[in-house]
């Protein structure tokens, strides 16, 4: 004949049943979180490739001010290229970093002006002009993409 289980047990195996759940619920989540972000880029990239000919991607971003951007960096056959591709459609913007100053001139900017934790540096247009948009500490820094010149800081 079986044994019933002791409190102690039930206590221990509803626990664990409890935690297995929570952990199922979550992986599922993040996974139906995760999914449009994933496919959105990966249809920014096939846009880029087949528009201006981007073969290497090294970063990919959204930018959003006026209007939402997919911002995408990376290389052609021969060339460091930005594309901006509009999230509701339109013209597709290209930029030669050759252009403009880099992500990194700017992050070194903005460490200068005291900040201790960037988290995020994007290329995108504000008033018909490229700009990059540097998040950090909870402060929006925006600079001219040509010049580097600082063109406004904002906070959240």
Same mark, same amino acid.
């Not at 004949?1 to 289980?5: G, S, V």
């Not at 139906?32 to 920014?44: H, L, N, S």
């Not at 991607?57 to 006026?66: G, M, Q």
């Given at each position: 004949?079986?044994?019933?289980?002791t409190?102690?047990?039930?206590l221990?195996?509803?626990?664990?049943?409890?935690l297995?759940?929570?952990?199922?619920?979550?992986?599922?989540? %993040?996974f139906?979180?995760?999914?449009?972000?994933?496919?959105?880029?990966?249809?920014?990239i096939?846009?880029?490739?087949?528009?201006?000919?981007?073969?290497t991607?090294?970063?990919?971003?959204?930018?959003?001010?006026?209007e939402?951007?997919?911002? %995408?960096?990376?290389w052609?056959?021969?060339q460091e290229?930005h594309?901006?591709?509009?999230?509701?459609?339109?013209q597709?913007?290209?930029?030669?970093?050759?252009?403009?100053?880099?992500?990194n001139?700017?992050?070194?900017?903005v460490?200068?002006?005291?900040?201790q934790?960037?988290?995020?540096?994007?290329?995108g247009?504000?008033?018909?002009q490229?700009?990059?948009?540097?998040?950090?500490?909870?402060?929006?820094?925006?600079f001219?993409?040509?010049?580097?010149?600082? %063109?406004?800081?904002?906070?959240?």
């Open positions: 004949m079986l044994k019933p289980f409190v102690k047990k039930q221990m195996i509803g626990g664990l049943m409890l297995l759940t929570l952990f199922v619920t979550s992986a599922i989540s %993040l139906v979180i995760i999914r449009p972000y994933r496919k959105d880029k990966e249809e920014a096939k846009i880029a490739n087949q528009y201006t000919g981007l073969e991607v090294d970063s990919y971003s959204l930018f959003h001010f006026d939402s951007y997919y911002s %995408l960096s990376g052609t056959e021969n290229i594309v901006l591709i509009p999230q509701d459609g339109g597709i913007l290209t930029f030669s970093a050759e252009e403009g100053v880099s992500a001139e700017v992050k070194e900017t460490q200068k002006l005291g900040a934790q960037i988290k995020r540096v994007t290329l247009i504000i008033a018909n490229p700009v990059w948009e540097v998040f950090s500490d909870g402060q929006f820094f925006y001219d993409f040509k010049t580097g010149e600082q %063109l406004s800081e904002e906070d959240i």
